[in-house]
């Protein structure tokens, strides 16, 4: 029996597809996906790195882009309802929710107020299989909403601000992110309308060294959204290949002359109250 990865393109091997490429030239487009039509109606949520998304394709203008005047259930609900791609940035699995009704809060008790009843407020660090099962009961669900959508689930490539476990901030960062990355996977392989993108692989992945991070190591450079939105034209097919990788860099300053200064991000509160 020959070599069965023999067949395989240079893009299948570590040498050839990512360590003698220039890092602009890396492109791991997915084998799974879709052809993105002007008609199509896009809606994104999740994690601060998802404003980013939706700066990018609102600019662009290749697709509607679809957002809430108001918030609060019927907003989100007729949102769902109307689109026809979801993009959907899952950002970490550390969450504090209330002890009486299960629901999650975007920021601790405590951070910006303090709570009248402490002891109504739990900490949880969910786990694979919890995260799966959610994600796939909002899968099924929207499903059942709206027939039409495409949901493309990411991980943002975002590192948390702090950690309430007991591990260093590396280790829960990388505890989190392995296990939204391993879900999207799962979820993707599971339905045929599920389409993981890797916004995350081209931000932090080993071939960056970096690059796409500002000084402090957590933020996005420009270049770095730059470079994903880039591959997602190319992945689904709203700009050649050509076009797409001239436009990486070209873009940056124009759709993110600064890059983290409009985005909105519940977490980096965590560190401001204390000071640093």
């Not at 003698?20 to 994104?44: C, N, Q, S, Y």
Request: a neutral charge; one cysteine or more; aromatic letters at 10%.
């Amino acid at each position: 029996m020959k070599n069965p990865y023999e067949s395989r393109p240079p893009q299948h091997f570590w040498k050839p597809g990512v360590a003698e490429r220039p890092l602009g030239e890396i492109r791991p487009v997915p084998a799974k996906r879709f052809r993105l039509e002007p008609a199509d109606r896009i809606a994104t949520a999740g994690s601060c790195f998802a404003q980013h998304v939706s700066a990018h394709i609102r600019k662009q203008g290749f697709a509607r882009f679809l957002q809430t005047e108001t918030v609060g259930p019927a907003a989100v609900h007729a949102l769902l309802s109307e689109c026809t791609v979801f993009v959907f940035t899952l950002g970490l699995t550390e969450a504090w929710i209330s002890l009486r009704d299960g629901t999650a809060y975007p920021l601790a008790p405590g951070v910006v107020a303090a709570p009248s009843e402490p002891a109504q407020y739990g900490f949880r660090n969910f786990t694979y299989e919890q995260v799966c099962g959610d994600l796939e009961s909002f899968v099924t669900r929207l499903q059942s909403l709206n027939p039409r959508a495409r949901i493309l689930p990411t991980v943002s490539p975002v590192p948390l601000t702090a950690t309430y476990t007991d591990e260093h901030v590396l280790i829960a960062t990388m505890h989190s992110k392995s296990i939204l990355r391993a879900v999207c996977s799962a979820i993707t392989a599971r339905y045929e309308h599920v389409y993981y993108f890797p916004a995350y692989e081209i931000v932090a992945g080993h071939q960056t060294r970096g690059a796409y991070f500002t000084d402090n190591l957590r933020n996005v450079t420009s270049e770095g959204v730059a470079q994903v939105m880039s591959v997602f034209e190319e992945t689904y097919a709203v700009a050649s290949p050509d076009a797409a990788r001239a436009h990486s860099g070209s873009a940056a300053a124009r759709l993110f002359p600064k890059s983290d200064e409009d985005v909105l991000c519940d977490e980096a509160d965590i560190v401001k109250t204390l000071g640093f």
